[in-house]
């Protein structure tokens, strides 16, 4: 809901701030006051174009803020929350001009490009005007009122959301059918390297097994001789370790007197005659046992060479090839019969066509059916305000041709006849400026209950109307403000009188500069506003008393 708003240097107006409340608020003034600059301003703060020829003369640039609660409109709050503006229930929007024409433009403080303060707007206000660029004219908006009023918003989020599967799945599908050639081509390398990782078979850190195993068998014969040899050494010789420690034990042995010094000596040698000959039994067996095999050094060689080969032909190191393998598998299982083969694609894309078709008809329902209530209310309202030979019609006609669409299975435009005996034709190219508006009307009246705009803007609704008709008018904003929050510019008092806040728009001229002045009436106030909207300019004790019941009698008005 609109709360404030705040208005500087921007057409005659200086400096104006605006308090707004629920329900339905009128603005009235002469012609020409500047009852515009309201609309337009809240137009510019939605993000409408900008225009430097509406900055005040003499200021360096105009700048308009709008402040929103918007702690019952979920849509504006999760938008603020995904783009990061939230500030929990506040959403300020604020715009410059300066008068060269640029444009800023602001979200809770925050710099924002022009496309983010309508995508908020449009979420917080809707502004039903007598220009062409009303939202009532977009046939996005009609197939969003019908949505609403058939309660079919989850439903239509459900459907885009399975047409944006599907249409992702078709589009992988078809880049996959148009690069089939580089597919098949890919598909048999991937074939013959994996074949040739299959039968290479490579385990983790076999490679580093074998290449020790080489090392130890092509010196075999180097380790036997020398084992040999030093078997020899140790204990086999006459020049032996063994047969020298046993010479020079056999010296100390016959010593003539016992040398207690030497008693650890002796006890040394004695076991380095035992070590010395255990290490020569120790070195023969060796020898005797030792397998050289020259068949197993041949087969871990030719291993060998299988695995440098393989790894020179994929240019990595000889231990990445077993990932290597894993990756190579991995992918040509998704290619040939796997999760991406385009026979699985085509199966799961039929699917996902389904699962679409399935809630799209089931939308197509609720439209169809809404549509034909909705039109019989629209009628009614019509009737109401003075139209009776319009038709309103909710046309609903297919777009797919077959296939998905985003939006559903079929386009919803609102046509309507002027005259009896005439085709619908779009509103666009039908209704007038104050014909537009009361249609508008009417639409909102109905679909009130499930619109999700908070706040509804309306620009001189009444034109081209008077009397009994005009007092309908007023009833139907009344009835709209009731369930919301209504702005209307209006000339009428019938529509006046019955707002719950009341805005009264002059302008001033005061040392050869004009001024705008927007104030808020209260009871009082608001009866001589709506006597003089009656009387002109020369009031009587006879209209303002027929201001006084109408005001009272607007304000007793329940619907």
């Not at 008809?361 to 549509?371: G, P, V």
């Not at 009656?534 to 329940?558: N, P, S, Y």
């Amino acid at each position: 809901m609109l709360t404030h708003l705040t208005v500087t240097n921007y057409a005659i107006a200086e400096r104006v701030e605006l308090q707004f409340q629920a329900g339905m608020t009128a603005l009235t003034g002469e012609t020409g006051a500047g009852k515009s600059i309201v609309l337009d301003a809240l137009g510019l703060a939605m993000g409408g174009r900008a225009d430097a020829g509406a900055v005040r003369h003499g200021a360096k640039r105009a700048d308009i803020t709008a402040s929103f609660n918007v702690s019952r409109i979920d849509e504006a709050r999760t938008w603020l929350a995904d783009h990061e503006l939230d500030d929990e229930n506040d959403c300020i929007l604020r715009r410059t001009i300066s008068k060269d024409g640029r444009s800023r433009a602001y979200i809770n403080g925050q710099p924002c490009p022009l496309a983010h303060l309508k995508e908020l707007g449009a979420l917080l206000m809707d502004i039903h005007s007598q220009h062409q660029h009303q939202s009532l004219l977009r046939k996005d908006t009609h197939r969003k009122l019908v949505d609403e009023f058939a309660g079919a918003l989850p439903l239509a989020d459900q459907t885009r959301a399975a047409w944006k599967t599907w249409q992702q799945l078709r589009d992988a599908l078809e880049q996959r059918r148009q690069n089939a050639d580089e597919a098949e081509a890919r598909l048999q390398l991937l074939r013959y390297q994996v074949e040739e990782l299959d039968r290479l078979a490579l385990e983790g850190g076999e490679q580093a097994q074998l290449e020790a195993e080489q090392e130890q068998l092509g010196h075999a014969e180097s380790v036997m001789h020398r084992s040999h040899q030093a078997a020899l050494l140790c204990s086999e010789d006459d020049n032996s370790a063994a047969c020298l420690l046993r010479q020079a034990l056999n010296q100390l042995e016959q010593l003539p007197v016992d040398v207690p010094a030497l008693a650890d000596t002796l006890q040394m040698l004695n076991e380095a005659q035992i070590q010395a000959a255990e290490a020569g039994d120790n070195l023969r067996r060796f020898v005797e046992d030792y397998d050289a095999d020259p068949a197993r050094l041949a087969e871990v060689e030719e291993r060998l060479s299988a695995i440098y080969q393989l790894a020179r032909k994929h240019r990595i190191p000889p231990e990445e090839l077993p990932e290597l393998h894993r990756k190579l598998s991995q992918e040509l299982a998704e290619l040939d019969g796997g999760a991406g083969s385009l026979e699985q694609m085509e199966a799961e894309l039929e699917e996902r066509r389904q699962a679409y078709q399935a809630l799209a008809t089931q939308l197509s329902e609720a439209r169809q059916k809404a549509a034909a209530t909705l039109d019989l209310r629209i009628a009614e309202e019509l009737q109401q305000l003075s139209m009776p030979s319009v038709q309103f019609v909710t046309r609903l006609s297919s777009n797919s041709h077959g296939e998905p669409a985003p939006h559903g299975q079929e386009d919803i435009e609102f046509l309507v006849s002027a005259n009896p005996g005439q085709p619908a034709r779009p509103l666009a190219k039908v209704a007038s400026g104050g014909e537009l508006s009361r249609i508008s009307l009417a639409i909102q009246v109905v679909v009130a209950q499930t619109s999700t705009t908070p706040t509804l803007v309306f620009d001189e609704v009444d034109v081209g109307i008077g009397g009994g008709t005009a007092e309908v008018v007023g009833r139907l904003l009344r009835t709209l403000g009731g369930n919301g929050q209504v702005l209307c510019v209006t000339h009428l008092p019938q529509v006046a009188a019955q707002c719950h806040q009341h805005l009264f728009v002059s302008k001033f001229t005061q040392k050869d500069a004009t001024y705008s002045r927007i104030e808020t009436l209260g009871d009082n106030e608001r009866i001589n506003e709506v006597a003089r909207m009656l009387g002109g300019v020369d009031m009587t004790e006879q209209t303002i008393a027929h201001a006084r019941e109408m005001f009272t009698k607007g304000q007793a008005t329940h619907h």
